[in-house]
């Protein structure tokens, strides 16, 4: 079936009993029919093909409200399975980052703010160890922290280089 440009609903039947359907009407009359008949016959032959009309355009209707559904519907799988790739992108990216990452990603844990300062080894030991030497293992014994502990108090009277 064509497809209705117009909608049928808002159609008007016209006045068969007016002057410019005067031929029609004078096809269908005869002895045994009036132009009365006539003028009847007309109107139910366009309220018949109205009615038919109404029926098609509202299928068309109908297709035309499937077709969007569809396409909406199509339209928002579209937009799952893009957002879904996406998730998925940046999970992966996220666990590489972790992978190379260990140490950023390490959990924190949940200790209280030392009360007591923290104790260092001496001042050459800590020297030694940032050019790479080897530390004797007594420096980071309790004697060692004790001494270095008691030895890092300088003398006011000793010159610094």
């Known amino acids: 079936m064509p497809r209705l440009t117009s909608d049928p609903n808002l159609s008007v039947c016209p006045n068969y009993a007016d002057e410019t ?59 799952e399975r893009q957002e879904q790739e996406r998730l998925d992108e940046e999970e992966a990216a996220q666990k590489e980052d972790k992978k190379k990452n260990k140490h950023k990603y390490s959990a924190i844990p949940e200790l209280d703010v030392p009360m007591k300062p923290v104790i260092l080894p001496s001042p050459y030991a800590i020297r030694k160890l940032d050019k790479g030497d080897y530390v004797e293992l007594w420096y980071f014994t309790n004697d060692g922290l004790n001494d270095a502990k008691l030895k890092s108090s300088v003398d006011e009277d000793a010159m610094v280089m």
């Open 21 to 79: 359907f005067a031929d029609t009407r004078l096809q269908l009359t005869n002895e045994n029919m009036t132009e009365a008949q006539a003028v009847t016959i007309l109107r139910n032959i366009w309220q018949t093909q109205n009615t038919a009309d109404k029926n098609q355009c509202q299928a068309q209707v109908e297709a035309d409200r499937e077709r969007q559904e569809n396409l909406e519907r199509l339209c928002d799988d579209e937009q």
